[in-house]
């Protein structure tokens, strides 16, 4: 009898002693498992996590609500900031899945100290023309401003800009944040999604409140230049709190880097193969992207992109103003909007905990689209000039921000599980394209329907989608793949009917 691979095998067993634990393992206690699932593998990292998110993307709004405002006092016309908005969308749809596929292939802390350095540098090139602006042109025409060398030079760093930001964005929110919290740890990762979610919507309101308040109080160059000052000096804090993030996790970001990965990152850095590389990374992420088992939750995502006329924005404060409603009231709906947005936050992180990530998900997609609808049946049933109405329409649409941003947490939290950590980016990257692409067509049927009295085809518009995201999620959860079991084995919905 050959008793060489009898020999091997214990020979394989003592090289490996660290795995005798498998077979003595001990099954958790329903208490224990709920513990486990609530506390985050690496609490310092996601801590340092949270400093980093705050004060980048504090700046980052700052910014955001800086540049349009300064336009705007330079020329009336909403033309120059409309054609920023459109190249900025553009190149994210272009862009963002190369990105993605690079920082797939690039180590994490060099790729997220070099992002930093492009988009603070983009950023002050930016404000450096619109100072020029300021301070040299003296009523032009609206063809003469777009047409200055300056205007092309905002138009395309501020493109590259908002292309960097977003892949930050991406990197944090759906790479590092699970990696920091635990896949295998649901309760920990939705409550630091919500976190997260928290700290966005507060950069929002106090970016924009503090531009706002120097601007009532100096000049738009002294704003733009403190802005610039504020920029510099978040360099080299965020590039510390990256290194700090990896240090505190025992280097849980860190990443091995192979020679197939260094060859692929080299060819998409190839200047003269932009155009052809750029054609390839949309061609390989949307392939990608579709053979996702969690596809029909990421695209539910996208579909809400679609709502442009009911909810807090630009088109909703002209119809608003249109119709003769007080300023103070538009102020009021849109402080309301993302006070629901943060009470959201903390409503999703516990439905999460009580019916599982599929149930919660499904039950904010569900309460959207009711609100939505009933907004939409009194703007058609009746006039909100006047008052009743007015606030039923109003409220409807703010109290469906809680489940606009319950599954945007919810939603985040089933991509994260089911995308593998080795294409995070790539399918972050390729929904934020696609979320774009969404975005240029309805701002395009804005353009069309321009007229106020074409607002009630928008508004169906955007009750369709919502209402087809809805449709879409919940046909996925009551037709669930062997491989979507497995992927939410722990999730209430499929422990029930699997008992």
Request: contains cysteine; glycine residues 6%.
């Amino acid at each position: 009898m050959n008793l060489r691979p009898f020999l091997m095998f214990f020979s394989l067993l003592n090289l490996l002693p660290s795995c005798n634990h498998l077979f003595i393992m001990q099954v958790l206690s329903e208490g224990e498992q709920h513990t486990l699932a609530s506390t985050p593998a690496h609490p310092a990292g996601l801590y340092a996590l949270y400093a980093s998110y705050l004060f980048g993307n504090l700046v980052e709004q700052l910014w955001n609500f800086a540049w349009p405002a300064a336009l705007a006092i330079l020329h009336p016309s909403l033309l120059p900031v409309a054609i920023v908005g459109f190249f900025t969308k553009l190149s994210v749809f272009i862009g963002a899945p190369i990105v993605g596929k690079l920082m797939d292939h690039f180590p994490r802390i060099p790729m997220y100290t070099a992002l930093n350095a492009v988009q603070v540098a983009t950023q002050l090139i930016s404000a450096a023309t619109v100072i020029y602006a300021l301070k040299n042109l003296r009523h032009a025409s609206t063809t003469d401003v777009v047409l200055r060398p300056w205007f092309i030079a905002l138009v395309a760093a501020g493109a590259i800009e908002r292309l960097a930001g977003l892949a930050l964005g991406v990197s944090m929110e759906r790479n590092w944040v699970v990696l920091l919290a635990g896949t295998n740890r649901p309760v920990a990762l939705a409550q630091a999604n919500a976190v997260l979610n928290r700290l966005d919507l507060i950069c929002e309101t106090v970016g924009a409140s503090v531009f706002g308040l120097l601007l009532s109080k100096y000049h738009p160059v002294t704003c733009l230049k403190i802005a610039c000052g504020l920029m510099i000096c978040s360099f080299p804090v965020l590039v510390m709190l990256g290194q700090l993030i990896n240090r505190v996790s025992c280097h849980a970001l860190d990443s091995s880097r192979t020679t197939t990965d260094e060859s692929i990152c080299i060819d998409l850095l190839d200047v003269r193969k932009l155009v052809q590389n750029s054609l390839s990374a949309i061609k390989h992420g949307w392939n990608e992207y579709k053979q996702q088992t969690v596809l029909p939750a990421s695209a539910a995502t996208v579909f809400l992109n679609f709502n442009v006329a009911l909810a807090p924005g630009a088109i909703m404060t002209a119809l608003l103003m249109h119709r003769g409603i007080s300023p103070s009231i538009v102020g009021a709906f849109s402080g309301l909007c993302s006070v629901m947005g943060l009470v959201a936050t903390f409503i999703s992180s516990s439905l999460v905990q009580r019916v599982g990530i599929l149930k919660a998900g499904a039950a904010g997609l569900i309460f959207q689209a009711s609100l939505l609808s009933v907004a939409l049946t009194v703007y058609w049933a009746g006039s909100i000039s006047q008052r009743t109405p007015l606030l039923i329409f109003l409220a409807s649409i703010a109290l469906s921000r809680l489940g606009h941003m319950s599954y945007d947490v919810v939603g985040t939290q089933i991509v994260q599980t089911g995308v593998p950590a080795s294409k995070a980016n790539l399918i972050g990257g390729m929904e934020v394209s696609i979320a774009s692409l969404a975005e240029l067509v309805m701002l395009a049927m804005a353009i069309i329907a321009n007229d106020a009295s074409h607002f009630g085809f928008l508004a169906i518009l955007s009750v369709s989608s919502v209402a087809g995201a809805a449709w879409m999620f919940c046909r996925w959860l009551t037709n669930p793949t062997d491989e979507q079991r497995e992927l939410f084995m722990f999730d209430p919905l499929y422990q029930v009917k699997a008992i």
